[in-house]
């Protein structure tokens, strides 16, 4: 038996589209070590990242709050470094597991405050911090500097590849915190554009997806630069990129096993929005979005249907779940299986029931994204997709999809059904 506050690894790839792995339909390579998660495990098929860009959908992920409450809905940054803060009093997913007596670390791209701000991951509940604090910054993977805590850690010269350094300190944090129940937020900056790699991992996937067309950035040589790089290869570094994601899973699954505690430990492995289309990027070549209309940057089903695996050895059944959930509903899942207490102030409701037992749950009657920046709204209501487009104006385009008869959205069906119209507006 284990104790009732199992181990949490919270794993959320950047950009990391809904077809980008194996066990969801992606053909040109494979990702075996997160395919045993899902074989092991439950692997949803209608699971939402909180938004369709980087900041709003990891601030649904903290404070399991939809963009329409979250405090932060678009990517804005703060000079000199990182964004928008997360206000102080904002519920945390951090501070809720610290104040239950978990050890918490967070490994990778923060985005949710400016160092020594409201929203400062170490002032959002996290013990440990270890990466980029800013997600502009974070588009390096040759670094300057990453941040030790409060510190930063200065690199000379363009030798340290961030997912490898930051890899071997979210080991290091389970190694350290074995003896006590621990929560490891892993927010991977891979396989975010620029698509970078070094060649020992390139090489095998060089001559595999010929012809290339070779991706050029004029200022290549500035290091720690925000623009991306030049790469000759996109379409082999994008690849080689998910087989290092796969790899660093493999690593924890493993790590978990040696230290016998893999049976106590719940891996959750998802992604922050759909597949980017920058620095080269061809998500059209490996059918990223999985067949789902759209991209990263839309409400459309491929901007916002992600990947989400649950693995808990000897407490899961292996089994796929069509349930439709989202980001907000983490939070409140994690906090009841660990026996802390979960905050009013939230949109989400916890699927542990589903997880543990398979029992039906009561889902959402609706799911809610906004982003200001692009100017639309959508909702999800049983199969209904409703999307509202505002272009500058104050009669809104809406566009209505039945997503059981119509999953990649090619219909719209609002003229047909009024009231479902007027029910979701």
Not at 287 to 310: A, H, Q, W
Not at 320 to 336: E, K, Q, Y
Request: hydrophobic share 35%; charged share 25%; glycine share 8%.
């Amino acid at each position: 038996t284990h104790n009732n506050r199992p181990n949490i690894i919270l794993i959320v790839a950047d950009d990391l589209g809904y077809g980008d792995l194996s066990c969801y339909g992606q053909k040109l390579f494979e990702t075996p070590n997160i395919d045993l998660l899902a074989k092991r495990g439950i692997r949803f098929t209608h699971f939402y990242a909180g938004a369709s860009i980087c900041a709003p959908s990891r601030s649904t992920l903290i404070t399991a709050q939809h963009t329409g409450h979250t405090p932060i809905r678009g990517n804005k940054k703060v000079e000199p470094e990182g964004q928008f803060p997360l206000p102080g009093d904002s519920p945390s997913l951090a501070k809720l597991l610290k104040e239950g007596g978990y050890i918490t670390g967070v490994f990778g791209k923060w985005g949710l405050g400016f160092p020594g701000s409201s929203g400062d991951p170490l002032h959002q509940g996290f013990d440990f911090f270890y990466g980029y604090n800013c997600q502009t910054l974070a588009h390096s993977y040759y670094p300057q500097y990453l941040w030790n805590n409060k510190e930063k850690q200065y690199f000379p010269e363009e030798d340290i590849y961030s997912p490898a350094i930051i890899h071997e300190k979210a080991l290091d944090f389970i190694k350290s915190h074995k003896d006590t129940s621990f929560f490891l937020y892993y927010p991977t900056t891979i396989p975010h554009a620029e698509l970078l790699i070094p060649d020992k991992y390139l090489d095998q996937f060089k001559d595999q997806y010929l012809p290339e067309k070779a991706y050029k950035n004029e200022s290549d040589t500035l290091f720690g630069s925000q623009k991306y790089k030049s790469q000759k290869y996109p379409r082999a570094a994008y690849a080689a990129m998910i087989h290092l994601l796969d790899t660093q899973v493999g690593d924890i699954i493993k790590m978990l096993n040696q230290l016998k505690i893999d049976s106590n430990s719940i891996i959750i492995f998802t992604s922050d929005n759909g597949p980017h289309k920058e620095g080269g990027s061809d998500p059209v070549f490996f059918n990223s979005n999985g067949n789902l209309r759209g991209y990263k940057r839309d409400l459309y089903e491929g901007g916002i249907r992600v990947p989400f695996i649950t693995s808990w050895p000897g407490t899961i059944r292996r089994r796929v779940s069509n349930n439709a959930l989202a980001f907000w509903d983490i939070m409140p899942t994690v906090c009841d299986i660990a026996n802390v207490n979960i905050p009013k102030v939230i949109d989400g409701i916890s699927f542990k029931d589903e997880l543990i037992n398979g029992d039906s749950i009561k889902t959402h009657e609706f799911l809610y994204w906004e982003d200001p920046s692009e100017e639309i709204q959508a909702v999800r209501m049983a199969d209904w997709k409703g999307l509202q487009f505002w272009n500058g104006t104050d009669s809104p385009l809406f566009e209505l999809y039945n997503l059981k008869t119509d999953p990649n959205e090619q219909h719209n069906v609002a003229d047909k059904n009024p009231d479902k119209v007027l029910k979701i507006k």
